[in-house]
């Protein structure tokens, strides 16, 4: 994997970049050291142009496996404190490098979707004996995130969304009217892409549960499927070839783009 352009900012780049040197000062190739840590030469090479995060067990194996005297270990806490829970840390990173975004959503709107009003109802109905002050944070960090759409372009961002999404009230009605529009205000500005899956579609290909695709300009794709408070982002390639699958399987059950639109227009009049 080609290396992408060292950001100096970032210590998750930095961390990566001398990840590269003891790789290769051990004439190891990535996918030679995957192999060692049970992980694949692409996640390697995420980690190198700090795409992926270094955990402390993976820096720990590392140091073991390059000989280099603890030094992973002593420095993976240096790449920041992430603002994100635990399971989501890795996918929300690796989103921010993303060029394409593809996410299907069965109960809530997209968190790169949500306004104000509507990430708070969200959050306090996860954690409803949570002070103000986390569910501040989580709503900051939450609309930090949405910042990604600013770009005009970049990442291209495609969502699929079952039809309970637009018609469970979240808060109130106001909320929700705000939340819905501001999706609609989004599409009709040509910045994001939205399909919705009916309910008279019936049964269709993830009914399992959410799921997102990414795609990057120098690594391989990535899958992120979630469950109650846990996620997994994978690299592999027959796992993100099958989640593919039921992705395009979804938008062929889902209404048409314009479609879709009358019908969140008319969900937010309601």
Not at 66 to 71: A, I, V, Y
Not at 246 to 252: E, G, S, V, W
Request: aromatic share 6%.
């Amino acid at each position: 994997m080609p290396a992408k352009p060292l950001d100096p900012s970032s210590p998750r780049a930095l961390l990566g970049a001398e990840l590269r040197v003891a790789r290769e000062r051990r004439d190891m190739s990535q996918a030679a050291l995957g192999e060692k840590l049970f992980v694949s030469g692409s996640y390697i090479g995420q980690m190198e142009n700090g795409t992926r995060r270094i955990t402390l067990e993976l820096a720990t194996a590392i140091d073991q496996v390059l000989g280099t005297d603890g030094f992973f270990t002593r420095n993976c806490g240096k790449q920041g404190k992430s603002k994100y829970p635990e399971h989501f840390v890795e996918a929300a990173e690796a989103e921010a490098e993303a060029l394409t975004i593809r996410e299907y959503a069965p109960l809530v709107i997209p968190g790169l979707l949500q306004t104000e009003a509507y990430a708070r109802e969200i959050f306090h109905a996860y954690q409803p004996l949570a002070p103000g002050s986390v569910i501040d944070d989580l709503t900051e960090a939450r609309l930090d995130r949405a910042k990604l759409l600013a770009d005009p372009t970049t990442p291209l961002f495609w969502c699929v969304l079952d039809e309970a999404v637009i018609q469970r009230v979240v808060g109130s009605r106001a909320v929700m009217a705000e939340a819905l529009q501001h999706i609609v205000g989004l599409i009709r500005a040509r910045r994001i892409i939205v399909q919705v899956i009916p309910f008279s579609a019936g049964a269709h290909a993830s009914l399992a549960g959410p799921l997102k695709l990414m795609s990057f300009e120098d690594a391989p794709p990535l899958a992120y499927v979630t469950g109650l408070g846990t996620g997994q982002l994978s690299d592999d390639p027959a796992t993100v070839t099958q989640h593919t699958l039921t992705y395009d399987l979804l938008t062929a059950s889902a209404l048409s783009p314009n479609a879709s639109l009358a019908l969140i227009e008319s969900a937010a009049k309601e």
